[in-house]
């Protein structure tokens, strides 16, 4: 005997919607990162070529180079989110034939918290270097 399957219609509608609310939100938070990370590049680049003392310069350089490293990895789960976006519909059908759904979003929150970690005290001391020679 065959017991009836009940899908619920709305939760597919309701569950992209979530998803899309919740890419919109990590998408402007990611594109702040990166905008944060160039003014600071920008400001760094300055110290970079325009002071003469060798040593201002070269923590000007590592900073750079952090933020860099720090910038391609907020820019990476910011792509990551665009294939979330296009790929909610294959986790939907996955679901449905089964198999375990996961939030793609845990990813995401587990990393931006590993990489803002590593940012904010990054951030602090460039900003207290940039600070004191600018």
Known sequence: MKL??????????????????????WDSLLKGRGLE??????????????????????????YYSDLNYLKKQFEYLHATIGIQQTDWLSVNKRALCGQIQVDPYIYLRNQFAAINNEYHPTREDCCRFLSTTI
């Open 37 to 62: 990370i160039t003014r600071l590049q920008a400001l760094l680049a300055t110290i970079i070529t325009s002071n003469s003392d060798h040593t201002l310069q070269q923590r000007a350089i590592d």
């Open 4 to 25: 009836p399957i009940k899908i619920d219609k709305n939760r597919d509608s309701r569950q992209r919607n979530q998803w899309l609310t919740e890419s919109h939100n």
